[in-house]
């Protein structure tokens, strides 16, 4: 059983070398262990069911790349409803500008009197795009939950 713990040390050497996992090599090294003994009770000897739970174990990148595939996932998705939420931020204040200016507009150079505030019908039109955008973010923030 030394040729299993020293598999399961080397494998972890190679993944990462600076970090020393102690209590995943033991389970590992554990489980390793149960399938010997389980392919010692189908018949086989102690050597070949140990070299057939090593090819079987194969690589421990498939060992571990579930949970590096899912890490990558959810940093993703942080990232995009970050990038939502500052593109939500951007188009809030950028529309607030555009409302401002058709305000000014109708207040400073046309008269008020005869068109009334005309500047609240393009302002209902500018809003769509923060709400576009916030629809984005919600939808975006709803899904990494």
Same mark, same amino acid.
């Given at each position: 059983?030394?040729? =299993? !713990? ?8 190679? %993944? ?6 102690? @209590? &995943?090599? *033991? #389970?590992? =090294? !554990? ?8 392919? %010692? ?6 050597? @070949? &069911?140990? *070299? #057939?739970? =090593? ?91």
């Amino acid at each position: 059983m030394k040729t =299993i !713990e020293r598999f399961v040390k080397r494998m972890f050497k190679q %993944k990462n070398p600076k970090q020393d996992d102690q @209590e &995943a090599m *033991q #389970k590992m =090294i !554990e489980m390793l262990k149960e399938k010997v003994e389980d392919l %010692k009770e189908t018949g086989l000897t102690e050597e @070949e &069911a140990i *070299q #057939k739970t =090593i090819v079987e174990f194969g690589e421990i990148d498939a060992f571990f790349q579930p949970a590096v595939r899912r890490e990558k996932r959810r940093y993703k998705r942080q990232k995009t409803v970050r990038h939502y939420r500052n593109d939500l931020v951007f188009s809030l204040l950028a529309s607030l500008l555009i409302i401002a200016i058709f305000a000014l507009i109708n207040i400073f150079y046309i008269p008020f009197e005869s068109y009334g505030p005309w500047f609240v019908i393009p302002s209902i039109g500018v809003l769509f795009w923060p709400l576009s955008l916030l629809y984005k973010w919600l939808n975006k923030k709803g899904d990494s939950d």
